[in-house]
């Protein structure tokens, strides 16, 4: 029982941290902050916190977490269970929120890394395919049409459209968006420009 509370809490957090970080806390008290790495619109992974008190337990606090366990019919020992919650790490509720926006600022970093891993890939999809890719990111402030990367490339729009897709996993669409989104960023994090 004991299991299927700490599992259950794990699933709402990552349930609940799909778009920004979310800390939880357990019955005993215990926090734990789930912060979302995405790669555009998917959740790839989240990265945790860990198990700590954002206030020194008091002795007599564990008092009602071991009514609980005991409720579940956990064979356990509850003095060792107390000591196990009494040595639990306590970080201030300010320490707590700079780890978090340091996990987010890491977050935010490997998000960036991975959309450009996701502009790179290494499934080429022959000349054509990376002669339009480099068009692409050539014109990425333009208003770019298919139409018009197709011309460049000298195929049709509609067998362009389908070779870009199977090439990159991507419509062309999206893709040109992500080149837009990804010089944007590049540009915004250049302090001379």
């Not at 579940?72 to 000591?83: F, Q």
Request: proline content about 3%.
């Amino acid at each position: 029982a004991g299991c299927a509370a700490c599992y259950e809490l794990q699933c709402r957090l990552e349930k609940e941290a799909r778009t920004r970080p979310r800390t939880l806390q357990c019955f005993a008290g215990i926090c734990e902050t789930a912060v979302p790495v995405r790669i555009g619109d998917k959740v790839l992974a989240f990265l945790e916190t860990g198990h700590v008190f954002l206030h020194k337990p008091a002795r007599g606090g564990f008092n009602r977490v071991a009514r609980e366990i005991l409720k579940w019919g956990a064979s356990v020992d509850l003095k060792r269970a107390e000591d196990a919650w009494l040595a639990t790490r306590v970080i201030s509720p300010e320490q707590y929120d700079g780890f978090v926006r340091m996990l987010s600022i890491f977050a935010r970093h490997l998000e960036l890394c991975g959309n450009s891993l996701a502009l790179e890939s290494t499934s080429s999809g022959g000349q054509a395919i990376r002669t339009a890719r480099a068009f692409i990111a050539g014109h990425s402030q333009d208003d770019l049409s298919l139409k018009a990367v197709a011309d460049a490339v000298n195929l049709s729009a509609h067998y362009f459209c389908k070779r870009f897709k199977q090439a990159t996993g991507m419509a062309f669409t999206q893709y040109g968006s992500r080149v837009r989104v990804e010089s944007a960023r590049q540009m915004l994090a250049d302090p001379a420009l």
